[in-house]
């Protein structure tokens, strides 16, 4: 895809962050939009500022984690604008819980966004985008399908699941000779809201010492590297030149040449560098006093 004159783009999470600087990036290049996400009145903000561009767009309130509603959205879109070429699943979610005290509950939504959410919109889009001739599918992992990091372990798990499900997607598609391809996106630190919005549970005191308005500043200041529209022009760089993945920002190439150098060893470097800098302040007996969890019976959801 060299040019994005004229093409459709379909945009989950599209109300904030890397998704409305996506948007209007597109908007800017002579796209036109399908934009969801969670908050309606963010994505209708979004669709505005893009029709103030000239693009034409449809918006709509979209839970991800819905699999009817992504698949009743990619009709609607294709009803509407009568194809699609580029699909840029990015809606996202974070937590932060270590996983002795982990609930299922916290883990199945994140999983149902961060992943369900990206299977349900490929699968969804796919046939229309098969169908354009020159379709092209952006998943966003992250810095974290690269590396893994203590209490991120449900964020870990759906990043790193992105990665393969894209890679393996990708290898399809190469086999296939579709006219469809497809990229997986690695941010580093992108300044958005995801860390205003995440979920911090409340053992993550007894285990790093830090309260959860402190525990959002510091992530704050570790995630202001790159800007979302500086994020959205390396992801569209990308798909211009059909690349497999992108590294978004200088952080995300660095831990990437790391996690390449040491291997597994990174983990060691990770645990000096937590207890150094996160739980420097946490006294042991509160670090140890994080609550087990009760065991589920068979079958108990």
Not at 210 to 218: G, I, V
Request: hydrophobic share 45%; net charge positive; proline share 3%.
């Amino acid at each position: 895809m060299k040019t994005f004159r004229d093409k459709v783009a379909a945009i989950t999470g599209a109300g904030s962050g890397m998704g409305r600087s996506l948007a209007l990036e597109l908007a800017r290049r002579g796209a036109h939009l399908a934009l969801s996400d969670i908050d309606e009145a963010s994505v209708a903000r979004t669709a505005e500022a893009c029709r103030a561009l000239g693009a034409r767009v449809t918006s709509q309130r979209l839970d991800v984690a819905d699999r009817q509603a992504v698949f009743a959205w990619a009709n609607d879109t294709l009803a509407a604008h009568g194809k699609v070429n580029l699909l840029l699943n990015n809606a996202g979610v974070s937590l932060s819980v270590p996983v002795a005290t982990a609930r299922h509950e916290d883990f199945e939504w994140l999983m149902n966004i961060n992943f369900w959410g990206v299977v349900h919109g490929t699968q969804a889009f796919l046939p229309a985008l098969t169908a354009s001739g020159d379709g092209h599918i952006v998943n966003t992992s992250s810095l974290f399908g690269i590396i893994a990091m203590p209490t991120q372990s449900a964020y870990n798990a759906s990043k790193f699941a992105v990665r393969g499900f894209t890679e393996a997607l990708r290898m399809e598609l190469d086999l296939a000779r579709s006219p469809v391809s497809c990229t997986c996106v690695h941010p580093g630190g992108v300044a958005t809201n995801i860390v205003q919005t995440s979920r911090i549970d409340e053992s993550m005191a007894a285990f790093t010492g830090l309260d959860a308005q402190t525990h959002r500043k510091r992530a704050n200041r570790l995630i202001d590297v790159t800007s979302p529209d500086a994020a959205a022009r390396q992801i569209l760089a990308g798909v211009e030149r059909n690349a497999r993945r992108v590294l978004v920002g200088a952080d995300a190439r660095r831990v990437d040449k790391l996690a390449r150098l040491l291997g597994a060893y990174y983990q060691a470097l990770v645990v000096r560098l937590y207890r150094r800098t996160a739980m420097a302040r946490a006294p042991r007996q509160r670090r140890d006093a994080a609550r087990p969890v009760a065991a589920e019976s068979p079958g108990k959801r």
